[in-house]
């Protein structure tokens, strides 16, 4: 998967860092830690544009979270475990979304954007839940935008150095950039172990 994304965004540019991530948003299991870092490093060498890559991400992740939102909302679990399967969901899925947002309420459509496998299925909880759409979608957006410039910003500076990030960005970039990583680290660390609590107290998880 992870080869088959790095030429998917290679070839396909901004248009498949949206297309890929609206997918990872609406429940297909793809992985936004190799698009969007990618989509940096591809920026650092002038091949699209920075604010593009964040811009194309978090419009993805809106437009894919908002159809498995709807569709949730509209036709609740039938969705998931039906047609669902075919792209890789699961009850497991729904179960550890649904823990993730009865505990943090809809604060946890934020926090889960910035948590791997919980962002992913999030929209679900919040569909079954019958969050208002607005509300829905401005925590999705304040999430994803944090998300989306740590990981660009990531493979950016992979791709470039300091002095060319400096005289394009402009001196502000390091420090804050170095802050949102920062804040999705400690989100990370903080999120995996709660997985890994929750991972735990599955029936037969001892085995």
């Keep these: 998967m992870s080869s088959f994304l790095v030429q998917l965004i290679s070839t396909g540019g901004i248009l498949a860092v949206f297309l890929t991530m609206a997918a990872e948003s609406a429940g297909i299991p793809i992985s936004s830690e190799v698009v969007v870092p990618l989509g940096g490093a591809l920026a650092s060498q002038g091949r699209m544009s920075f604010a593009a890559v964040v811009a194309a991400a978090t419009l993805g992740n809106l437009v894919g979270s908002l159809v498995a939102f709807l569709l949730t909302r509209r036709y609740g679990r039938t969705v998931i475990l039906g047609p669902g399967r075919r792209l890789g969901l699961n009850e497991g899925h729904l179960r ?112």
């Design 96 to 207: 550890l979304a649904d823990r993730f947002f009865t505990r943090f309420g809809t604060l946890a459509v934020f926090f889960g954007r910035l948590l791997p496998v919980v962002r992913t299925y999030i929209s679900f909880p919040a569909g079954l839940g019958r969050m208002g759409v607005s509300r829905f979608l401005l925590f999705t957006l304040l999430g994803s935008i944090p998300w989306n410039f740590g990981l660009a910003y990531a493979g950016f500076r992979l791709g470039q150095q300091y002095h060319q990030i400096e005289q394009t960005f402009g001196w502000l970039t390091i420090p804050i950039g170095l802050a949102v990583l920062a804040l999705l680290v400690v989100a990370y660390l903080l999120g995996r172990r709660w997985l890994e609590a929750e991972t735990a107290s599955e029936p037969g998880s001892a085995a």
